[in-house]
């Protein structure tokens, strides 16, 4: 049996130490490689952020839409529900501001619907989609319950302030949807 030298014993550790590192760079690259692959498959620029249809305007967790043709209240309510969503409900001026520019068409503001209505009981106003009315822009007067206690539903861009009223639900306006916005896949590993 041949004794090995010194020098093979150098040369065979220092290949071990070589190779090791080796393995160790490949491991790197190989889990560098899966991340990156991991994450192409999921929104890697904007993980968790809410992301709205085309179309429509993102502003907080919702998104939203003016609709540009008019309808009775409950016809705009089920319009927007075939969308996702239903008529818009404000709670901030920050929305009411966003809301009101939407609304602004050819230079001017139009009527237009939003969510709220006492149908079911006078002077309780509920929003359609079931969040808490809390909020509210309503002209000076309003709400009045004019034409003979028949007004039950609510539109922006009313008067001179733009503000809101009471006004028959069978009237025809223009309206504006609101629905929650799309939150893509946050990525986990």
């Known amino acids: 049996m041949k004794k090995s030298s010194w020098s093979e014993s ?3 550790w220092w290949t071990l130490t070589i190779l ?5 760079k490949m491991k790197i690259l190989i ?4 991340l990156t692959l991991a994450f192409s498959a999921c929104d890697a620029k904007s ?3 809410k992301k709205c249809s085309e179309g429509w305007t993102g502003f907080g967790r919702k998104c939203y839409t003016y609709v540009a043709e008019v309808k009775p209240w409950a016809e705009a309510e089920r319009y927007c529900q075939a969308l996702g969503g ?6 901030s001026n920050q929305t009411q501001a966003l809301l009101k520019k939407m609304g602004k068409i050819s230079g001017s503001y139009k009527r237009t619907w939003i969510g709220a209505q006492d149908a079911t009981q006078n002077s309780v106003w509920l929003w359609s989609d079931g969040s808490v009315f ?3 822009l ?3 007067g309003e709400p009045n319950h004019g034409r003979g206690g028949r007004e039950h ?6 008067g001179v302030e733009v503000l809101w009223n009471d006004a028959q639900c069978s009237t025809n306006l223009y309206f504006l949807c609101q629905k929650p916005a799309h939150t893509p896949p946050i990525c986990r590993i």
Do not use: Q, R, T
């Not at 090791?20 to 160790?24: A, F, T």
């Open 10 to 12: 150098g040369a065979l």
């Open 20 to 24: 090791k590192e080796s393995l160790n």
């Open 31 to 34: 889990v560098f490689v899966l």
């Open 47 to 49: 993980p968790g952020l």
């Open 86 to 91: 239903n008529l818009a409900s404000i709670h």
């Open 134 to 136: 809390d909020f509210s």
């Open 138 to 140: 309503w002209h000076s």
């Open 153 to 158: 539903c609510v539109e922006m861009n009313y």
